[in-house]
């Protein structure tokens, strides 16, 4: 097999309420890291536009990421109506020629998923074909269905399912193909094999959930799964550059 | 430091010439969510993916509703793949002391009594209640190591109390199990496993904490430390390749990925 090229959809930096020492903070730890694991890219959120504040956060994202070319940034963004944020349309475009992605934290942030409060802003994020990621931790599965449901253009990955979703799961992948998972916790017994089979290797995406957990084990799922090397390639690196518009 | 164990793992090769053994494995459907290829031929042919030599399993339906139709179906596998599953024992501490002597005594006839499994938190029995009597008793006059489900705050089998029993059965092991799952779970599990030459440490859990192992390791060294992964609860090539690419020399991967294990379970 062929060195695969990694992209790891699920990272963060900045400063954060509850570090551990062994954790790094920067971009330079991050990269670091990545290097130290064979990492190429990573789309990276900011620990402040969590805990603090989505505009600060994504502003401080953008500083701290400037000159760094590996690290695409994932922005945290709001319901449009309270107009903490750009409008729709300007922010999607901007994240659009940033080759970033769009992080949502509903819980976090207390809003809901419901077209109301949303609608407006991912058709905007759809219209400029900007991916959007959110915890699974952050929602539920029935307010998933919904969204794809009423935004079938949008690219949507779910973060940090871990291994007990196959029956959330698969009704979803039946009828939606603009899902897609980070497969970084999706520890089923040869749950990657059995995705790429039944689904194709398009639905899954490398993310390690860095500085809080570790690469080993994400990169193993992916290296050690029982599927072709271009299904690998895909899945490390391939689907996220397509779905962000990174054309190498 | 060699790369030999980071390039199997970027590369997906199954090491060669290294002992793996996957000391926390269970076997067949759960009810609890989707498994797919979890036979014991669908288990096999993963380690086989993996390099891992053997793993030692406890059916889930054991953990469960049925410990003896468990323990035949471990005993089955065991005997269609001889040294690729090596059975645990499991006991039911609920059922009547009867039938827990029947149990053992049946498995002892045939010399297949390895190792002991026990899950209190499935079975809501604390570990140091009488239904576990007949197993440790056995356990002590056959030094028979006993992995026990564990969890931080666990109130049946929480790593101190499962220490403090290690501590009145010398000649017994104790693995505390999943005792990597959460950074309290490990500040618990190794405080107690320092210097007590019995309580030796798990890692099978999903969450796998960045630097967690490394930290394991400068405190409690990698003898005392082995590889599970809850195969095919979980799919082991996570836990596997956490070992492979973590910071660690060679020698402290090889202890922890076949050494301990092979020590302790006598193999
Ligand atoms: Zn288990």
Redesign the pocket.
Known sequence: MAELRFFDCNTRIGRCSTPRPEHFLDAAGLLAEMDCAGIERALVHHAWSVEWDPHEGNQALLRDIADEERLHPCFAALPSATRELPSPRDFARQVRQAHGAVRLFPTQHSYTLDDVSVGHFLDALSFERVPVLIDIGQTNWRDISQVLARHPALNLIVLNTYYRVDRNLYPLWDRFGNLHLDCGSYGVHRGIEAVCQRFGAERLLFGTDLPIHEVGGPMALVTYAAISDDDKQLIAGGNLRRVLGVSD | MTDTFVDACRLGQALAGELVIDA?A?MGPWHNFHIPHNSARGMVERLDQLGIDACVS?PHVA?GPCYREGNRQVMAAADEYPERIIPYVTINPNYPEAETREEIEHWHSFARIKAFKI?PACHSYKVDGPGYGLMFEYAREHSVPVLS?SWAGDSQAGATLLSRMAGEMPNVTFIV??AASSWSMIDEACGEAQGKDNVVLDL?GSQLLYMALEKMVERVGAAKILF?S?IP?IDPAPGLGRILMARLSDDDKRQILGLTTKRVFGL
Request: proline fraction near 0%; hydrophobic fraction near 15%; avoid cysteine.
């Open positions: 926390h269970h406890s953990i899950h489900h199990g999943h099978t599970g809850d609860f």
